[in-house]
């Protein structure tokens, strides 16, 4: 049970470092504003360790952060949604899983949601497929999950502000270790 939440938080010590994206926070202060502010909206512990996790695939590749510059979709939710799968329950991987989607889907339905993406953030928007077509965001919204991608994603797009004090790791581990004990009893 400790290793699975061992194995996991091990990959923000030795990539957390890295850059987001061309956004000015590492991935870690990203994880951790995420986490933070689906603590601060009273989320379940399951959503709150989607907060932390949703981008670990970003962390298990050696692409550079700018691949999308390249024409490079490094496809992280799918290999994020692989990896944690070995440990955790959907409600935690499939929000993950579809919080790129979740992007496509609100860029077809909110007007005003495209236009506050921030620049690397439309730049893989058009890699991840553009908004989402009429068949997609049905398909979309039948998903059981789909209302707990969006929360996940606004979070996401609001988590890369420079410098801001967030709690530690430790703090959200707490969150992870729940996930993972109720998983394995
Ligand atoms: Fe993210």
């Not at 939440?5 to 987001?20: A, C, P, R, T």
């Not at 695939?57 to 990896?83: A, C, N, Q, V």
């Not at 606004?154 to 004990?181: C, E």
Request: with cysteine.
């Amino acid at each position: 049970m400790t290793s699975a939440v061992d194995s996991i938080l091990h990959l923000f010590e030795l990539h957390g470092d890295s850059e987001y994206g061309g956004e000015e926070v590492t991935q870690l202060e990203h994880a951790l504003q995420a986490a933070t502010l689906a603590e601060a909206a009273g989320s379940s512990p399951s959503l709150i360790t989607a907060a932390l996790l949703h981008d670990i695939g970003h962390l298990m590749h050696s692409l550079p952060h700018d691949s999308p510059d390249s024409g490079i979709d490094d496809l992280h939710e799918t290999s994020g949604h692989r990896f944690l799968q070995q440990y955790l329950p959907d409600s935690v991987t499939e929000p993950v899983r579809l919080h790129v989607a979740a992007k496509r889907y609100l860029c077809a339905v909110d007007p005003g949601y495209a236009a506050q993406l921030s620049p690397p953030s439309v730049t893989s928007l058009q890699l991840q497929g553009g908004p989402m077509s009429a068949d997609e965001i049905r398909d979309f919204e039948d998903n059981h999950w789909s209302q707990d991608a969006v929360r996940l994603r606004k979070w996401d797009d609001q988590a890369k502000i420079a410098g801001l004090a967030v709690p530690t790791l430790d703090h959200f581990s707490h969150a992870l270790q729940q996930v993972v004990s109720k998983e394995s009893s």
